[in-house]
């Protein structure tokens, strides 16, 4: 893995699941970290193999190596925990994984809202600077490149899509969408798009006859009319409280051990301290003996 280049996270990230766990939020850092900036060509087994930007080689026990790396053995998370935690992001679309019986492919979903484009940067680092100027003119320079990380994206979104019909001009429309001067799209909004008009779809019980092909959803930027229901959806997701879960988490086994259980197992972003200190509180404010739920 490579220690040269930047990755950009946006500030929103504070609001999705991810932000909840420091395992989830390391795993995270450290899938961004390891894709590729520019796609890859490595020998594997002897067989030489590539991989687009955005993409990297790996499998479960090399990837909970990484992650372990530096941190004491009786508190390392096995690899089936960590591949666990990677499906849980391809779950939620932030990533897709092509597996074989040997490795794993796995690809950054809207990988290019994670490459820096902020024109300024500290002056500490002057080096890394003239790297990123560099990179911004090959790019500008170079115009396949521009078209195959637009293409590649689309093709990401055009998998999620549930009637694919009409690819060429979906794909056109998209590039007017994506590279236009003002407010130009995003991947994310019309991904996040899409995931509505699907879920709506899938609850109305819809026949593909009465789907909008791709090439209309895409010509009419019909993304637009269901982000906001996705903003919505997930603005109207409880948030985890973890002192409700506590209490909610022992009411159903009426037992201090077992949260902490929980909380370990589980990788739940609660202090045990605080958990016992809860519990106990709890118990005390009912009059009963903490010690006998231990």
């Known amino acids: 893995m490579s220690d040269q280049g930047w990755i950009k996270v946006y500030r929103k990230i504070t609001h999705s699941f991810?932000?909840?766990?420091?395992?989830?939020?390391?795993?995270?850092?450290?899938?961004?970290?390891?894709?590729?900036?520019?796609?890859?060509?490595?020998?594997?087994?002897?067989?030489?193999?590539?991989?687009?930007s955005g993409e990297f080689v790996t499998g479960s026990v090399a990837l909970a190596s990484e992650f372990n790396d530096g941190v004491p053995r009786d508190k390392?998370?096995?690899?089936?925990?960590?591949?666990?935690?990677?499906?849980?992001?391809e779950n939620a679309e932030m990533l897709s994984?092509?597996?074989?019986?040997?490795?794993?492919?796995?690809?950054?979903?809207?990988?290019?809202?994670?490459?820096?484009?902020?024109?300024?940067?500290?002056?500490?680092?002057?080096?890394?600077?003239?790297?990123?100027?560099?990179?911004?003119?090959?790019?500008?320079?170079?115009?396949t490149i521009t078209s195959k990380q637009l293409a590649d994206d689309f093709d990401k979104l055009w998998k999620l899509y549930p009637r694919k019909e009409g690819k060429k001009p979906a794909f056109a429309a998209y590039k007017r969408a994506m590279t236009r001067k003002v407010n130009p799209a995003t991947n994310k909004q019309i991904q996040n798009?899409?995931?509505?008009?699907?879920?709506?779809?899938?609850a109305a019980g819809t026949e593909m006859q009465?789907?909008?092909?791709?090439?209309?959803?895409?010509?009419?930027?019909?993304?637009?009319?269901?982000?906001a229901i996705a903003e919505q959806?997930?603005?109207?997701?409880?948030?985890?409280?973890?002192?409700?879960?506590?209490?909610?988490?022992?009411?159903?086994?009426?037992?201090?051990?077992?949260?902490?259980?929980?909380?370990q197992d589980n990788n739940v972003p609660v202090d045990p301290e605080r958990a016992k200190r809860l519990i106990t509180e709890h118990l005390s404010s009912l009059g009963r003996d903490a010690a006998s739920y231990s």
């Not at 009465?210 to 982000?227: C, L, M, R």
Request: charged share 20%.
């Open 18 to 52: 991810v932000w909840t766990n420091p395992n989830l939020l390391k795993l995270w850092m450290l899938l961004l970290i390891k894709a590729s900036h520019g796609g890859n060509k490595f020998l594997f087994n002897g067989n030489e193999m590539s991989v687009s």
């Open 76 to 89: 390392a998370v096995t690899s089936r925990t960590v591949w666990r935690w990677v499906k849980k992001f």
């Open 97 to 143: 994984i092509k597996s074989t019986s040997q490795y794993s492919v796995i690809s950054i979903i809207n990988w290019n809202n994670y490459q820096s484009d902020d024109k300024r940067v500290s002056s500490e680092c002057q080096a890394p600077v003239k790297r990123v100027s560099t990179i911004k003119n090959v790019k500008n320079k170079d115009n």
């Open 193 to 202: 798009g899409i995931v509505a008009y699907s879920k709506e779809l899938q």
């Open 210 to 227: 009465f789907i909008k092909q791709g090439s209309t959803f895409f010509s009419q930027e019909a993304w637009q009319d269901y982000t």
């Open 233 to 263: 959806q997930e603005a109207a997701k409880p948030k985890f409280d973890p002192d409700q879960w506590v209490l909610d988490t022992f009411s159903v086994y009426g037992s201090i051990s077992q949260v902490l259980r929980e909380i």
